[in-house]
Nanobody, 115 residues
Framework: QVQLVESGGGLVQAGGSLRLSCAASGSSASISVLSWYRQAPMKQREWVATMTRSGTTNYADSVKGRFTISRDYAKNTVFLQMNSLKPEDTANYYC?????????WGQGTQVTVSS
């Protein structure tokens, strides 16, 4: 079992920055992949970024060059640094972890970008 708790969301003006955090506990040592997803109202959840255990990162085209995923292995925490935020980035952001072949999700943190 893995527990994920996100934090760091909030209201920011367009062009601003936020840093999301996701703290993992439980069987966090077995996590192979950590990702961020987001879901805007009336839209499907979409993938944002992924970091593997080896440190390889991938990003959705919509956030490439603006968002950065990183991980503090000692604190079992993954971050999403979001710069140059746009109103279309407004969504509930979820942390996702794969451990033992199973996906785990956090409860989400709301990000609202005003124009």
């Amino acid at each position: 079992q893995v527990q994920l708790v996100e934090s760091g969301g909030g209201l920011v003006q367009a062009g601003g920055s936020l840093r999301l955090s996701c703290a993992a506990s439980g069987s966090s040592a077995s996590i192979s992949v950590l990702s961020w997803y987001r879901q805007a109202p009336m839209k499907q959840r979409e993938w944002v970024a992924t970091m593997t255990r080896s440190g390889t990162t991938n990003y959705a085209d919509s956030v490439k060059g603006r968002f950065t995923i990183s991980r503090d292995y000692a604190k079992n925490t993954v971050f999403l640094q979001m710069n140059s935020l746009k109103p279309e980035d407004t969504a509930n952001y979820y942390c996702n972890a794969f451990s033992g072949g199973y996906p785990y999700w956090g409860q989400g943190t709301q990000v609202t970008v005003s124009s």
